[in-house]
């Protein structure tokens, strides 16, 4: 493709979201679906900050690899982001594993989720391949890293968080030099290196890649020949380019987009329960680490036709009200106390029962005089009358899953278990 004069870089690229992963960690969260599909934020899916990142960047052909439980993710892809116009040059392809180079080949690791599509990806005609992790909540404009990668020359360009040196044996971490060159990649290393002229920060990957698209493709085709290799990105190919190639590392706080109300660059990685709880629970705030009401940046989403939230009762203890909270449509706050929580869509808490620190997923039914408290409720679940939930470890420990911090996930399971028990 050649490029006119003035041409935003992202017109010539396109986003390929690795979107296949269960993420295990998130335990029953991840049972019928795969980690991006996980709801977040009272009415988007973890998957949607990716793709928002890549529309508002200006990219508009977008690729998505799916594979464990794919349903829920490709049914919201469907519902959600089926704008996207041919005749406008825009595409948004879903990818299955589905043994398109061998009958009992599925995606064997990220490069390899790439490789089994390079006639897909050859047919869209860009100059550029931004991949993309499908589960990480953030803000970018992958347009000011495009256009470091074409300035530097680079093989690929990496996107890199500073994080403290203590805390970097979490993450993949790269030594660069003075100018960003990335001089070694580690996986998980017990003795991080400093960055230049700060030694007690650390570059830790993001999991976000920018190539040429003519180079990825010669460099997957070699991969895949490749008997040794595990086929992943940050295992073998980026490893690979380091040592004979370019890589340059791209800092997340030159393109983190910010409202004006963040006070620093925000990301995480929500892939453990007690993750997934606080990065929700920080968007109750006062000033939340995360603007989701930046109107100049919005994450796009399955926007349902829902009413409006909706708050009955006006008695002494019998109030339906909310304070330091996220309400979203559909649900109805009858009677009821909730603070510092999160309910998503069509939640219905009932007369005398308290939630406090709760992230409620959508469809929640909480009965009369139940307490919830540092908690995750997963979809549908319906809160016996009474049921008290984040007050006592050793009780909450005996029917559901609880995290060392003390967050406590409950899903319909287990408390059909709890039921049982009770007669």
Known sequence: M???????????????????GRGSRLKELT????????YFGGKTRIIDFALSNALNSGIRKMAIATQYKAHSLIRHMQ????????????????????????ENKWYLGTADAVTQNIDIVDSYGVKYIVVLAGDHIYKMDYEIMLQQHEDSGADVTIGCLTVPRAEASAFGVMDVDASGRVLSFMEKP??????????????ASMGIYVFDWAFLRELLIADMEDT????????????????????????????????????????????????????????????????????????????????????????????????????????????????NSLLFTGVRT?????????????????????????CVIDRGVIIPEGLV??????????????????IVLVTQDMIDDWSRAKL
Request: proline residues 7%; aromatic residues 10%.
């Open 2 to 20: 050649q490029p006119r004069p003035n041409q935003r870089l992202s017109s010539q690229a396109m986003a390929f979201v690795l979107a296949g």
């Open 31 to 38: 049972n019928t679906r795969a980690k991006p599909a996980v």
């Open 79 to 102: 519902r959600g982001w089926g704008f996207f116009r041919a005749e406008r040059n825009e595409y948004l392809d879903i990818l299955p594993a589905s043994q398109r180079v061998s």
């Open 190 to 203: 017990k003795n991080p290196p400093g960055m230049p002229g700060d030694p007690n920060s650390t570059l």
């Open 228 to 339: 040794n290799s595990s086929h992943d990105f940050g295992a073998d190919l980026i490893p690979a380019i380091v040592k004979s190639g370019k890589a340059i590392a791209h800092q997340f706080a030159t393109s983190c987009v910010k409202s004006g109300l963040e006070a620093e660059p925000y990301w995480r990685d929500v892939g453990t329960i007690d993750a997934f709880w606080q990065a929700n629970i920080d968007l109750t705030d006062f000033v939340p680490k995360l603007d989701i009401y930046d109107n100049t940046w919005p994450i796009w989403t399955y926007a349902e036709i829902l009413p409006p939230a909706k708050f009955i009762h006006n008695e002494d203890g019998r109030r339906g009200m909310a304070v330091s909270s996220l309400v979203s449509g559909d649900c109805i706050v009858s009677g009821s106390e909730v603070s």
């Open 350 to 374: 009932h007369s005398f029962s308290k939630l406090e620190y709760a992230v409620v997923l959508p469809q929640v039914v909480v009965n009369r005089k139940a307490e919830l408290k540092n």
């Open 389 to 406: 939930v984040g007050q006592d470890p050793e009780e909450d420990a005996k029917w559901f899953r609880c995290t060392d911090s003390g």
